[in-house]
T-cell receptor, first 114, second 111 residues
């Protein structure tokens, strides 16, 4: 079974631009979560989607948004990029059926904002 | 949301046991204790989880204090491949939660 895939793997943008990152979950997984990882803050929760609906959201500004499609693939968008948005963005999928189960993480997208 | 506290870093000699501590004094009765680890240049991967009783799997053991306010991840015999950042998190069994992994414990394994 293929793992979680994220595209692109690396991205360089300039301040003020916007960016869209993509995540394809493991087949059969209906929940996708997004995280931001920086050296100082560690791994911070952005949001979780299940059945095309955002189920929970972390403490990030409205510039960070996401969506999920009917095939469970998810995208996250960051508008008006700031230097501080430079980070590794990770997505994770899980089946989300019944009790909590483990998350499977993708390799991440490394975003650099210049 | 209940929080966890871990040391920023630890060292271990290769082939010796490693005990990684985690404090979660505000844990609720429905919170499971989960451990993940992140190898260099990879996303985190699941290691183990438990509720009240100690747990063992092929990767590690999880020892949970009787009052559940702390837990310890035990790697029985550290190898160089175990050098990673280890995260301890709390999650309820169902529903959707804001779970932040934080900084974790960076484990260095010395040959």
């Amino acid at each position: 079974k293929a793992g979680v895939t994220q595209t692109p793997r690396y991205l360089i943008k300039t301040r003020g631009q916007q960016v869209t990152l993509s995540c394809s979950p493991i087949s059969g997984h209906r929940s996708v979560s997004w995280y931001q990882q920086t050296p100082g803050q560690g791994l911070q929760f952005l949001f979780e989607y299940f059945s095309e609906t955002q189920r929970n959201k972390g403490n990030f500004p409205g510039r960070f948004s996401g969506r999920q499609f009917s095939n469970s693939r998810s995208e996250m968008n960051v508008s008006t990029l700031e230097l501080g948005d430079s980070a590794l963005y990770l997505c994770a999928s899980r089946t989300a059926s019944g009790n909590y189960n483990e998350q499977f993480f993708g390799p991440g997208t490394r975003l650099t904002v210049l | 949301d209940a929080k966890t506290t871990q040391p920023n870093s630890m060292e271990s000699n290769e082939e010796e046991p490693v005990h990684l501590p985690c404090n979660h004094s505000t844990i609720s009765g429905t919170d499971y204790i989960h451990w993940y680890r992140q190898l260099p240049s990879q996303g985190p991967e699941y290691v183990i989880h438990g509720l009240t009783s100690n747990v063992n799997n092929r990767m590690a053991s999880l020892a949970i204090a009787e009052d559940r306010k702390s837990s310890t991840l035990i790697l029985h015999r550290a190898t160089l491949r175990d050098a990673a950042v280890y995260y301890c998190i709390l999650r309820r069994s169902g529903g959707y939660q804001k779970v932040t992994f934080g900084i974790g414990t960076k484990l260095q394994v010395i040959p």
